[in-house]
């Protein structure tokens, strides 16, 4: 019939329809952010035939590499050789002189090792066919990035440029620190004022103290690691004082002045501390200032994050976001995660998700703090009939050691299902540990299950099994 086309005519200008709508873009996917996220997407996207570019303005690999998670537990390692020292005399070692530290072959080394990863992704960039733009990237538009004075067509954009300490102002505020910073001193001071009640501060004030730095942990609030089972974080809190971190709750810092010998802070108890150093881990805030998010119709939360739906897209559908930027869960996992499921959104059969519920985390304080599920606070507020099992003991090294680090292990039941509904543990080898209970949660496992399991002995995990008597 006149005015009607057949089916080799509708092919024949699906085709012309598709050439000339993918000719209309540049790329497929521009990354905006080279942290663990964007880098995964990327890569994925790329592996499907997708033509993909990434930006990154400051360093490959993004804070979980550079100035957090990596660098944080080189440190850390670090910090617990002078107990480890000590525990060696009962095992019959003697040290012929007293250890000293270098603190620039410590950060040196550490610095050689986040180069050699910084490496590793460029290398994942390149090889996955990818182009990297070493330049800061701006959103111009619902489909136009620029970077190095360029412009760009993107079909979709994914900002994935991840968080930044926040370091709130006050007078003297500029003599303060953040944990970017940390990592990269000219010099260890005598005395640091860590402020914060929060995992970065609480680990920082660990990392400080084992080197030998006089540390105060300075907390406005009346706990430390409010988010994360009472129980347990005060445990982290009396372990963290018998290591001989000077901790003030309920306090605050009305004023930083420069002195001649370093910095004085003023307490809003009327006190003054003297220090060399004073770092404020206070919370970080999305990364997206001056971003461009305002040339499309991205909605932000109040705290700067950016919202996004279930599939990660923002209320623009060309622009997508995932990650700390987004601040669901910060946690590099979660952000791997995250660029999986989206990819599988945008380019594979869309049937991918993520589940917030059960992600094991640890905070590597000292003590140290490995948990999943859920704290009794939450599960007294979600389930009518919980039975709580806890162990405290002192662990197998010190009993030579001479130390007084001990273990506390903590499994939080619902009785109507017998399901482990959370799973927590303060001391050595939490991390290692809780990794393995995060499975058995993600699996259903109730407490029958861990009673059934044999434990490994002479192990501090082999308690996880061996719990049989409620503590209340």
Same mark, same amino acid.
């Given at each position: 019939?006149?005015?009607? +086309? %057949? *089916? /080799?005519?509708?092919?024949?200008?699906?085709?012309?329809?598709?050439? +000339?709508?993918?000719?209309?873009?540049?790329?497929? +996917?521009?990354?905006?952010?080279?942290?663990?996220?964007?880098?995964?997407?990327?890569?994925?996207?790329?592996?499907?035939?997708?033509?993909?570019?990434?930006?990154? /303005?400051? $360093?490959?690999?993004?804070?979980?590499?550079?100035?957090?998670?990596?660098?944080?537990?080189?440190?850390?390692?670090?910090?617990?050789?002078?107990?480890?020292?000590?525990?060696?005399?009962?095992?019959?070692?003697?040290?012929?002189?007293?250890?000293?530290?270098?603190?620039?072959?410590?950060?040196?080394?550490?610095?050689?090792?986040?180069?050699?990863?910084?490496?590793?992704?460029?290398?994942?960039?390149?090889?996955?066919?990818?182009?990297?733009?070493?330049?800061?990237?701006?959103?111009?538009?619902?489909?136009?990035?620029? =970077?190095?004075?360029?412009?760009?067509?993107?079909?979709?954009?994914?900002?994935?440029?991840?968080?930044?300490?926040?370091?709130?102002?006050?007078?003297?505020?500029?003599?303060?620190?953040?944990?970017?910073? #940390?990592?990269?001193?000219?010099?260890?001071?005598?005395?640091?004022? @860590?402020?914060?009640?929060?995992?970065?501060?609480?680990?920082?004030?660990?990392?400080? %103290?084992?080197?030998?730095?006089?540390?105060?942990?300075?907390?406005?609030?009346?706990?430390?690691?409010?988010?994360?089972?009472?129980?347990? *974080?005060?445990?982290?809190?009396?372990?963290?004082?018998?290591?001989?971190?000077?901790?003030?709750?309920?306090? /605050?810092?009305?004023?930083?002045?420069?002195?001649?010998?370093?910095?004085?802070?003023?307490? %809003?108890?009327?006190?003054?501390?003297?220090?060399?150093?004073?770092?404020?881990?206070?919370?970080?805030?999305?990364?997206?200032?001056?971003?461009?998010?305002?040339?499309?119709?991205?909605?932000?939360?109040?705290?700067?994050?950016? =919202?996004?739906?279930?599939?990660?897209?923002?209320?623009?559908?060309?622009?997508?976001?995932?990650?700390? @930027?987004?601040?669901?869960?910060?946690?590099?996992?979660?952000?791997?995660?995250?660029?999986? @499921?989206?990819?599988?959104?945008? $380019?594979?059969?869309?049937?991918?998700?993520?589940?917030? *519920?059960?992600?094991?985390?640890?905070?590597?304080?000292?003590?140290?703090?490995?948990?999943?599920? +859920?704290?009794?606070?939450?599960?007294?507020?979600?389930?009518?009939?919980?039975?709580?099992?806890?162990?405290?003991?002192?662990? #197998?090294?010190?009993?030579?050691?001479?130390?007084?680090?001990?273990?506390?292990?903590?499994?939080?039941?619902?009785?109507?299902?017998?399901?482990?509904?959370?799973?927590?543990?303060?001391?050595?080898?939490?991390?290692?540990?809780?990794?393995?209970?995060?499975?058995?949660?993600?699996?259903?496992?109730?407490?029958?299950?861990?009673?059934?399991?044999?434990?490994?002995?002479?192990?501090?995990?082999?308690?996880?099994?061996? #719990?049989?008597?409620?503590?209340?």
């Amino acid at each position: 019939m006149a005015g009607h +086309l %057949n *089916s /080799e005519q509708l092919n024949h200008e699906q085709l012309n329809k598709e050439q +000339l709508d993918s000719e209309q873009y540049d790329y497929d +996917l521009f990354v905006i952010g080279a942290g663990s996220g964007g880098v995964r997407a990327a890569r994925m996207a790329a592996s499907k035939g997708k033509k993909v570019a990434v930006a990154e /303005e400051r $360093y490959l690999g993004g804070t979980c590499v550079n100035v957090g998670c990596v660098p944080k537990k080189l440190f850390v390692y670090a910090s617990q050789f002078p107990e480890l020292f000590h525990a060696s005399a009962g095992y019959g070692w003697s040290v012929p002189a007293q250890p000293t530290l270098s603190w620039a072959i410590l950060r040196d080394n550490k610095t050689a090792e986040i180069e050699r990863l910084n490496g590793i992704y460029n290398n994942l960039i390149d090889n996955s066919g990818a182009d990297l733009f070493d330049g800061r990237a701006t959103i111009a538009g619902p489909h136009l990035v620029t =970077v190095n004075d360029k412009a760009y067509r993107a079909r979709t954009i994914l900002v994935a440029t991840g968080g930044w300490p926040y370091i709130p102002e006050f007078p003297g505020s500029e003599h303060a620190i953040s944990s970017n910073e #940390m990592f990269f001193l000219d010099d260890l001071p005598k005395t640091a004022v @860590v402020v914060g009640g929060g995992y970065i501060a609480v680990e920082f004030a660990g990392i400080l %103290n084992g080197l030998g730095v006089e540390t105060h942990l300075v907390y406005r609030g009346p706990n430390l690691l409010k988010s994360f089972d009472r129980e347990m *974080s005060d445990k982290i809190k009396d372990g963290m004082v018998a290591k001989g971190v000077n901790i003030h709750l309920n306090t /605050e810092i009305n004023e930083i002045t420069k002195t001649s010998t370093g910095l004085s802070v003023a307490l %809003n108890n009327q006190s003054d501390m003297q220090a060399g150093l004073v770092l404020y881990a206070t919370g970080r805030q999305a990364n997206t200032a001056g971003l461009g998010l305002e040339t499309t119709a991205a909605v932000m939360a109040k705290n700067g994050s950016v =919202v996004v739906d279930d599939n990660f897209c923002t209320a623009d559908p060309s622009i997508y976001a995932l990650g700390d @930027v987004i601040d669901r869960v910060q946690l590099t996992p979660v952000a791997i995660q995250e660029a999986m @499921v989206l990819v599988d959104h945008l $380019y594979g059969e869309g049937l991918a998700r993520i589940d917030y *519920s059960d992600i094991p985390t640890a905070v590597f304080c000292q003590p140290e703090l490995g948990t999943v599920g +859920l704290s009794e606070e939450q599960a007294r507020a979600e389930y009518q009939d919980i039975a709580v099992y806890v162990s405290d003991f002192k662990p #197998m090294l010190q009993t030579l050691g001479g130390g007084a680090d001990r273990i506390t292990m903590k499994l939080i039941v619902d009785n109507a299902t017998d399901k482990v509904i959370g799973c927590h543990m303060v001391g050595e080898h939490a991390a290692e540990i809780i990794q393995g209970m995060g499975i058995a949660l993600k699996a259903g496992a109730t407490k029958a299950h861990f009673d059934a399991t044999v434990g490994i002995h002479p192990s501090a995990a082999e308690e996880f099994v061996t #719990m049989r008597e409620k503590a209340r």
